[in-house]
């Protein structure tokens, strides 16, 4: 073990700098931040620790970076990843500052706590207390951007072949559970293009909501064929999903509405393709747009996220059940584990905290966490980088 460096700050101190530092995430421009301050300071701590740092600007995007710690040489090793962003919050329903740490009740709250600017913390705690001085094989820091929309930063960074190391680690909130698959997830705008007119005169026009009614009904078809086509026990919601997430149309009672748009995402199970789902959909609108040529139309909103599967028996789960205490599982959201595991490593996601915490107000992680944590991450990174 190493002395603590007095330059650095300690767990607490380093958990409130993170959660203090805005870097929102959304598709709404008037709430999506720069992550720059998080991937400043994470690169000062490291650096200070002995790593080489690599910040990358993301394309495509405003202000986005990721964030490469790297110690020691050679091939293999531990990569311990996590994202830098956080989702918008709604001030009005938190009971303190989502951007301050507050300590009460046992429990850390704040933006970003457990999802997921909190790992950090972890890991800078977890490298002070280790004589990284000896290490054999390398040992890397990685923080990504826009994982709460696009996931840019890990389609990024996973293109970019920087390393290869032997087995990954993204810290998401699984309450310290190895997790070896989710599903895949990809979001879909269906248009309407109708016809205004006057109400009274209802032939003179095409209502716009009464043919996405008609798509509607369609979507529900394909719901429950994706339910009975499909199926995997190891989750809890078995099959794929199908959600029904915002609509929009109209703008006066007694006109005819000429636009109507509806938002949608689906859930795939690992072993299904995009490409399979999408032809799903087509198929079951196309009814509907052969009977209202050109007035129908799909686009994608956000670049999907595939599914994520890691064999169970591999070196890695067995490590972390054993180091954790608990068996692997499976879990019905996404991450960045499918870009991570694009690098050649055995991946998996396991971090404290809740997913349940996840996205919600008064975020927050419980300290019957952190000593746990902290013991998990010195084990692991003793047993892969010593």
Request: hydrophobic letters at 40%; one cysteine or more; aromatic letters at 8%.
């Amino acid at each position: 073990m190493q002395k603590l460096n007095k330059s650095l700050p300690n767990f607490s101190q380093a958990f409130s700098q993170l959660i203090a530092l805005p870097s929102i995430s959304s598709s709404q421009a008037s709430w999506d931040q720069s992550n720059q301050s998080v991937i400043n300071l994470l690169a000062a701590w490291f650096e200070t620790l002995g790593f080489d740092i690599t910040i990358q600007v993301v394309p495509n995007t405003t202000g986005k970076y990721n964030l490469l710690a790297k110690l020691g040489s050679g091939d293999g090793g531990l990569l311990l990843a996590g994202h830098s962003d956080t989702v918008p919050f709604d001030e009005n329903r938190w009971l303190s500052d989502p951007m301050k740490v507050t300590d009460k009740d046992n429990k850390l709250f704040g933006l970003g706590s457990c999802d997921m600017k909190g790992f950090f913390a972890f890991i800078l705690q977890a490298c002070q207390q280790i004589d990284l001085s000896s290490l054999k094989k390398p040992l890397y820091v990685l923080a990504t951007a826009d994982e709460e929309t696009t996931m840019a930063g890990a389609r990024f960074f996973a293109n970019s072949e920087l390393i290869k190391p032997e087995v990954a680690i993204i810290g998401e909130p699984t309450n310290l559970v190895p997790v070896v698959m989710h599903k895949g997830h990809m979001s879909h705008k269906i248009t309407i293009k109708g016809q205004a007119g006057h109400s009274s005169k209802p032939a003179n026009g095409v209502n716009a909501i009464e043919v996405m009614h008609q798509v509607i009904s369609q979507l529900f078809k394909l719901k429950e064929l994706l339910a009975q086509s499909y199926n995997n026990d190891a989750f809890d919601v078995q099959t794929p999903t199908l959600n029904l997430g915002a609509i929009h149309g109209g703008d006066n009672a007694n006109r005819i509405c000429g636009h109507c748009e509806l938002d949608l995402d689906m859930r795939s199970l690992p072993g299904m393709k995009d490409d399979e789902l999408v032809a799903w959909l087509a198929e079951i609108l196309a009814p509907i747009a052969e009977k209202y040529p050109g007035r129908l139309s799909i686009a994608e909103l956000d670049p999907s996220s595939p599914s994520f599967q890691q064999n169970c028996d591999s070196e890695l789960v067995i490590t972390a059940e054993k180091f954790s205490g608990h068996q692997c599982c499976a879990v019905n959201y996404a991450t960045e584990a499918p870009f991570v595991q694009q690098l050649g490593c055995q991946t998996i996601v396991m971090g404290p905290g809740s997913i349940d915490q996840a996205h919600q107000p008064n975020e927050y992680l419980a300290h019957s966490e952190i000593a746990k944590t902290e013991q998990l991450l010195i084990g692991l990174i003793q047993h892969y980088c010593f």
